[in-house]
């Protein structure tokens, strides 16, 4: 940060709206003149302005490319400037003159230009003036606010539509063409709110307060604003400086650090632009999320997306210059700023990431080189077999014709044979086995089914790979196969005592898994009421939180306590009828690692489908760990991903039936209590964008990606589930009510999902056709689908749901 310009005014003037542009800025003197200063060139002399009778309270330049022009307030006029002819006429040694668009309008307290420079709004006590910039004349004067105004901005995709900002610690939407308010907010804080922006890029219009806290808002073609994230800057700030105390260790001395005995002030924010205002042409994306924010002791940079704060410049680090608080901001756009991106790109990329993908062959002391012995059957021989086998298989064999009459008549082709109708069906299916996933599918809104499971908590659902069926895991301690329709009897697998906490498929689709509170682990033969493997509760300390297959079905991987297990296994379904109960199948421990702050795992998550050495575990102290199970250590951890423990982590692992480009496995997402669902790229180790817009205030939601990578859904505890969009797959989070779609590019929800009367629990995609079921807690399973309501099946319509 360096200072370029400073003046001393005659007057004070650190709370009134200053003026900055590209290549000028303007200070008002001796209150009642305007001195424009070149940012260029601070040695040239000033262009003074001279026309108003009273004090100057606000300045503001416009934002066309084509003329500069500069609108000034004061108590007696409104005078609009172009400063081009000022300097002009200047130089010709002629007094620079304005227009005046605005006669005794009152105490004007902000100014703002549309984006044509055609129209000038201006905020005084609580009506908003709309003027022209041409000559003098009110368009329109818009009133409602119960309190003062403090901002008003022109939407810069739409010069009709105008935001204002009131110490009624409530914002509107007017609609300049009808006069009339589109959309008023509710009270959003304790404190009143003083400034306002947009973001084009993502359609989000960003409110701030006096007492530090950032809103940002959808800002739909309708203009019905929703919530996206809410922010409070002293929260974040107080995150990064603790993530880089320990990222640096003793290496205090190059962190920000906040004084111990420092008392802690509010931060007003008092101007707010966007970061692409001041990089480059060649924009990198994840910028058209980032926010400048100017308060009273520095400039801070948000990711709106991710609702972290990326770096702050606070005046105290540098001594050179003579500013210590800030009553207010002028930020300008333009590509020649003090502002670089050389600091943030550093902060962004971090340290070297992984892939879910190995990059490297196994060691040899690989865990993941371990091999079970399998040993042979030994089938003893039987008395009396036979050893000698007839060269024929029949007790008669058929005369070769020699002896028999010559044949007269000749071979006649049979043509009135019917075809049969069963293959031809079968064939009709095969094709849709082989069909792949719709890329270009919409989000399921519609209700297709809903089944009532006998009034059970429904803790845990997963599809087959192939899509045809579906797990669930009850809080009766016993375990139900459906058909992915849910039509029919399920079938009924009992054997746990406690509640069942995970369910898995094999990717073979010939065995899975259930894991229960009773500290037991099944694995079940598809087909047979009996598991083929029990793991029983003397291996466990604790509850088994989450299991899986992992490697191409060649583990069981699954956590308890603090420890994370790695077994082989060899299934032998084969009974001895006098030795029924005795288990032939095989299993060994391979590798047991504990996490690196002996922490209890609460969620794990890994891929199956494909090669991966890559294994993500959430512990209780709120972390995250990444095991490399090629070495068979953790390779990263992240401190504090959420304020609460995460309860759900999914990796986006695609389907058979579905395509994605190879970054989009390298995203997975992290679920906790009050604190949203977050998306994060393994590669950089890095939160990518944050979704709150759904209530999870107390209920662990699950959450799973979808195959094509277009929408997430979260449940939540307003009575709906969310969806949202994503540009690598569908993502289920369940929650009590509701679910919401949201779209993964902007934060914001597209659709709800309502049909839930109970708590959703689990919620899952259909890996082969635009499919989500989720799981309620008093047993209700609701289905949810792409475009077509079908008909209402014959169970009772009260309980469990499925949505396509």
């Known amino acids: 940060m360096i200072e370029q310009l400073r003046l001393t005014c005659d007057r004070l003037v650190s709370h009134r709206q200053l003026a900055c542009g590209h290549s000028y800025c303007g200070i008002p003197v001796h209150g009642k003149d305007i001195f424009i200063y070149s940012n260029t060139d601070t040695e040239r002399k000033p262009l003074l302005l001279t026309g108003h009778h009273g004090d100057i309270s606000a300045m503001t330049f416009g934002q066309s490319s084509r003329r500069l022009l500069l609108c000034s307030a004061s108590a007696d006029y409104i005078i609009v400037w172009d400063v081009e002819q000022c300097q002009k006429r200047s130089q010709e040694g002629k007094i620079a003159a304005g227009t005046i668009v605005g006669s005794l309008l009152g105490d004007v307290v902000h ?84 400034s306002s922006a947009f973001l084009e890029e993502n359609r989000h219009v960003i409110i701030g307060s006096t007492d530090g806290q950032v809103w940002c808002f959808s800002f739909p073609d309708d203009h019905k604003c929703e919530l996206v994230t809410k922010i409070e800057i002293q929260k974040v700030e107080r995150r990064l400086h603790n993530s880089q105390q320990e990222t640096l260790g003793q290496q205090a001395e190059s962190v920000k650090q906040l004084p111990a005995d420092e008392v802690e002030i509010s931060k007003p924010i008092l101007k707010m632009a966007p970061w692409s205002s001041f990089t480059d042409t060649t924009i990198p994306e994840r910028d058209s999320s980032w926010l400048c924010v100017g308060s009273s002791d520095g400039l801070y940079v948000v990711n709106v997306a991710t609702s972290e704060l990326l770096t702050v410049l606070y005046f105290r680090d540098y001594p050179n210059l003579s500013l210590s608080v800030a009553g207010s901001w002028s930020i300008s756009p333009g590509l020649d700023n003090s502002l670089h991106l050389c600091e943030l790109e550093g902060i962004w990329a971090g340290d070297e990431g992984f892939s879910v993908f190995p990059s490297s062959p196994l060691l040899l002391e690989s865990p993941l080189n371990v091999e079970l012995k399998k040993k042979e059957a030994n089938h003893p021989k039987k008395k009396g077999e036979v050893k000698d086998q007839p060269l024929v298989f029949h007790s008669v064999a058929r005369s070769s014709g020699y002896a028999s009459a010559p044949r007269k008549t000749m071979f006649s082709p049979k043509t009135n044979i019917q075809k049969n109708p069963f293959f031809k069906k079968a064939r009709k299916n095969a094709g849709l086995l082989l069909k792949d996933y719709p890329g270009d599918s919409t989000a399921p809104i519609i209700p297709h089914n809903h089944l009532s499971i006998a009034s059970k908590p429904v803790h845990c659902i997963q599809y087959s790979g192939d899509g045809k069926q579906i797990l669930c895991g009850l809080g009766n301690s016993s375990v139900l196969l459906y058909k992915s329709s849910l039509s029919g009897n399920p079938a009924v697998y009992t054997g746990h005592d406690k509640p069942v906490s995970s369910v898995s498929w094999s990717l073979s689709r010939q065995w899975w898994l259930s894991a229960s509170e009773d500290r037991t682990l ?238 959703v629990l689990s919620v899952t995609f259909n890996p082969a056709t635009p499919e989500v079921s989720g799981s309620a807690l008093k047993g209700g399973r609701p289905i949810w689908e792409e475009t077509v309501c079908s008909s209402p099946p014959s169970f009772p319509l009260n309980g469990m749901h499925v949505s396509n």
């Open 111 to 194: 100014l703002s230009f549309c984006s044509s420079d055609e129209r000038v709004a201006a905020c005084s006590g609580v009506t908003v003036y709309i003027l022209s910039s041409e000559k003098q004349e009110v368009i329109s004067a818009l009133a409602g606010h119960l309190g003062p105004l403090t901002s008003a901005e022109f939407c810069p995709w739409n010069k009709h539509i105008l935001i204002t900002t009131s110490e009624d610690r409530t914002f509107k939407v007017w609609n300049l063409e009808t006069e009339t308010v589109c959309y008023q907010s509710f009270v959003l804080s304790a404190s009143p709110l003083i």
């Open 522 to 759: 099944r694995l079940w033969s598809h087909g047979s009421p009996e598991p083929a493997i029990i793991m029983a509760n003397s291996r466990f300390t604790k509850p088994i939180r989450s299991a899986q297959f992992y490697y191409l079905d060649k583990f069981l991987l699954f956590a308890s306590g603090p420890s994370l297990y790695l077994y082989l296994y060899n299934v032998d379904i084969t009974r001895d009828d006098i030795k029924r109960y005795q288990q032939r199948s095989v299993v060994k421990l391979a590798k047991c690692f504990t996490t690196g702050s002996a922490t209890d795992i609460t969620a794990m998550s890994a891929a199956n489908d494909f090669l991966s050495y890559i294994v993500l575990v959430c512990g209780s102290d709120r972390s995250i760990q990444v095991f490399d199970m090629n070495k068979g250590v953790v390779a990263s951890k992240l401190a504090d991903p959420h304020s609460r423990a995460v309860h759900c982590i999914t990796q986006n692992k695609g389907s058979m039936f579905s395509t994605q480009a190879l970054d989009s496995y390298n995203l997975f997402l992290t679920s906790a209590v009050t604190d949203g669902v977050k998306i994060w790229d393994l590669r950089t180790l890095r939160c990518v964008r944050r979704y709150e817009s759904h209530l999870n205030r107390c209920h662990p939601c699950s959450s799973a990606f979808s195959p094509c990578g277009q929408f997430i859904v979260s449940g939540s505890e307003d009575n709906c589930v969310k969806h949202r969009q994503e540009t690598a797959g569908y993502l289920s989070v369940s929650a009590p009510f509701k679910a919401y779609v949201y779209d993964i590019r902007s934060s914001g929800y597209l659709h709800k999902l309502q049909r839930h009367s109970d708590t």
